[in-house]
């Protein structure tokens, strides 16, 4: 079955700090790739997603490019705010339009980031 | 648009009692997701369903049910409450097949059974 792993947590940075959290993934067939941030109180948000192999998600300053060959989807970000400070999910849906996958998600355990000034 | 929409916000039940979460949608989305988040693992899907009067078990379909008689509401049963059950759990939905779109997320569901 799919898999999602993410690294062991949490991730506590000073504010301008570099960030990377490790994201490796077992999937059959060529799965999208998704990050999802939670901020503290609040459901799920997109933060950027790929869809294909060698694809760069980004927004808010974050990155992840989808790795076939290590399969991995790493989230990357130059300069961290204390606003970013969040749980970060990795995770992977199979299939492309038209499969049997229905959209489902597979979770990572999810990776807490505090962010101090 | 209001989006996913949860209630309630927090529950405290008793084991042994039954309640509904409900959720409902605006977005005219045919896939809806419930999934529980336990503290420090990642969110486990329990039920789906691709339209109205279509569901089937994810993961953990365990001691819940679902029932989805609209396109809006997906709503999930819990009959007999577990210790076990204490979660926070997330209603999602997704406009249309295919793995690449995005889900959308409810604010989620607290619930304690003591």
């Known amino acids: 079955g799919n898999s999602v792993t993410q690294m062991e947590g949490p991730v506590t940075l000073s504010e301008e700090a570099f960030l990377t959290i490790n994201c490796t993934y077992t999937?059959?067939?060529?799965?999208?790739l998704f990050w999802y941030v939670q901020y503290p109180g609040e459901g799920l948000q997109l933060l950027l997603k790929?869809?294909?192999?060698?694809d760069k998600g980004s927004n808010k300053g974050f990155e992840a490019t989808y790795r076939k060959e290590t399969t991995s989807f790493h989230l990357e970000k130059g300069s961290v705010q204390v606003s970013d400070s969040a749980v970060y999910f990795c995770a992977l849906s199979e299939g492309h339009a038209g499969g049997t996958s229905y959209g489902k998600l597979t979770f990572g355990q999810g990776t807490i980031l505090t962010v101090h000034p | 648009n209001a989006g996913v929409t949860q209630t309630p916000k927090f529950r405290i039940l008793k084991i042994g009692q039954s309640m509904t979460l409900q959720c409902t949608q605006d977005m005219n989305h045919n896939y809806m997701y419930w999934y529980r988040q336990d503290p420090g693992m990642g969110l486990k899907l329990i039920y789906y369903s691709v339209g109205a009067g279509i569901t089937d078990k994810g993961e953990v379909p365990n001691g819940y049910n679902v029932s989805r008689s609209t396109t809006e509401d997906f709503p999930l049963r819990l009959e007999l409450a577990a210790p076990s059950q204490t979660s926070v759990y997330f209603c999602?939905?997704?406009?249309?097949?295919?793995?690449?779109?995005?889900?959308?997320f409810g604010p989620g569901t607290r619930l304690t059974v003591l």
């Open positions: 790929a869809t294909k192999a060698d």
């Open positions: 999602a939905s997704l406009p249309r097949a295919g793995g690449y779109n995005e889900q959308f």
């Open positions: 999937a059959t067939g060529y799965p999208s």
